[in-house]
């Protein structure tokens, strides 16, 4: 039916085993047998039948599924070919049955390509992009969960994830061990909330595909966010035995060990990353971080400069090579690049910080005092700012400004020993005063 009109149809119709029942295949071998008997028999009376039957059935063996491939269970593409035989068998059995009637082809022609036309434009409307040819495959078939899934992918892309969840699960409905369903499930979850279940769902996509790298990759993150570094070591391993060339396994690989204080073979994988991908910038930007660490600061200047090549933007990375500056007495460069993260990033609280520090060492305290209360604005709850900001207002000579800032730091930080030293200091010289 769909050969003579185009309706209904869908990008994958899904493989239905179920389904398939002895009866329909004997009918459809009988039809087949007996349109074949029926091209030889009348062959010399009728041979554009003959041909064109031909045609379909010759076409036809290479894409009729004698080998299953994929999980469809038939295409629209595989026939465009072989319809071409059955156009020309019903071409010329129209221009039979018509005879002489005036004007009848041209009506009959009129009229098909009319109504083809309009079937033409209604079925390119749902190629327009994912979403809408995902909805209609979905409203034409039953139980695709590849439609359904590829349906969630397409909302988790326009930023519709809690609609992409209905998706999956409904995916999982239909087929329970589709490992893809349940490692979407796993990318969206955490995003609303639900890291437990989103475990789960990676766990279960790899009960049902073990070699599946992404989602030992995208698990180990989850873990490691969790702060189980030691179990997401464990699966960043496995995405490399699966896929050694994978550079974002080897950089987080590479966070992790970091963490736990394996720091030579923290910068070994970060090595490996970027052979895979020269150009990955945060393999350069972690590089650079641990090898500050280590104290090889030329290095580590080399890798930023190299992460800020790649990505102008990258504020931290100007944050870090101006410490790094810093630490080899380039003062006002320095100072430039803290400028520079933050015309990036103008809440950057660390930076404002990093550039107070630098500018009170420089002996412009009125300008480090505007930073540090920019940094506290921007995030009021940190104890050791207020502390520092106290000791530059003690510095100054503002003692009642710095024991404000002692007193913050305090009620913040109870077991604060130098905040707590700052303020009875600050109290004493402030009794003192007449």
């Not at 609303?192 to 990759?217: C, N, S, V």
Request: proline fraction near 4%; charge should be positive.
């Amino acid at each position: 039916t769909k050969m003579v009109w185009p309706s209904g149809l869908a990008v994958l119709y899904p493989l239905q085993i179920n389904e398939l029942s002895v009866w329909r295949a004997c009918l459809a071998f009988l039809l087949l047998a007996a349109a074949t008997i029926a091209a030889f028999r009348y062959r010399h009376r009728w041979p554009w039948y003959c041909v064109g039957w031909l045609w379909f059935l010759g076409t036809l063996v290479p894409v009729i599924g004698f080998v299953q491939i994929g999980s469809h269970a038939y295409a629209d593409r595989y026939t465009y070919l072989p319809f071409v035989g059955l156009f020309i068998a019903l071409g010329y059995g129209l221009r039979m049955a018509l005879g002489d009637w005036p004007y009848g082809r041209a009506v009959l022609a009129a009229a098909v390509v009319a109504a083809l036309t309009t079937c033409a434009w209604v079925q390119t409307s749902y190629w327009q992009n994912s979403l809408t040819l995902f909805s209609r495959a979905v409203a034409v078939t039953t139980l695709n969960h590849t439609a359904h899934n590829n349906l969630g992918n397409a909302l988790t892309e326009l930023g519709r994830p809690r609609e992409a969840v209905v998706q999956y699960r409904h995916a999982l409905r239909i087929k329970p061990d589709y490992a893809r369903a349940h490692y979407n499930l796993g990318l969206v979850l955490p995003g609303q909330g639900k890291t437990a279940e989103a475990i789960e769902h990676y766990r279960q996509a790899l009960r049902f595909k073990p070699d599946f790298a992404d989602t030992h990759y995208n698990l180990g993150l989850t873990l490691q966010g969790q702060g189980k570094i030691a179990e997401a070591i464990e699966h960043y391993h496995q995405a490399l035995k699966i896929k050694p060339e994978f550079a974002m396994a080897h950089n987080n690989l590479g966070l992790a060990l970091q963490a736990q204080g394996e720091i030579v073979e923290a910068i070994e994988h970060y090595h490996r990353a970027l052979r895979i991908k020269p150009d990955e910038v945060v393999v350069h930007y972690n590089l650079g971080v641990v090898l500050q660490g280590q104290g090889k600061t030329a290095e580590a200047i080399e890798h930023y400069h190299r992460t800020l090549q790649i990505n102008p933007d990258y504020a931290d990375a100007y944050n870090n090579l101006g410490n790094a500056l810093q630490s080899q007495g380039k003062i006002a460069e320095a100072i430039e690049h803290y400028y520079q993260a933050l015309r990036i990033k103008p809440d950057f609280a660390k930076a404002h910080c990093n550039l107070a520090i630098t500018l009170q060492d420089q002996g412009r305290p009125e300008d480090a005092i505007t930073h540090y209360q920019e940094a506290l604005r921007i995030k009021p709850d940190s104890a050791e700012t207020h502390n520092t900001l106290g000791i530059v207002f003690a510095k100054q000579g503002q003692l009642v400004d710095a024991a404000r800032c002692f007193e913050q730091a305090v009620r913040l930080k109870p077991d604060f020993r130098d905040a707590r030293d700052n303020l009875r200091k600050a109290q004493d010289l402030l009794q003192q005063k007449p």
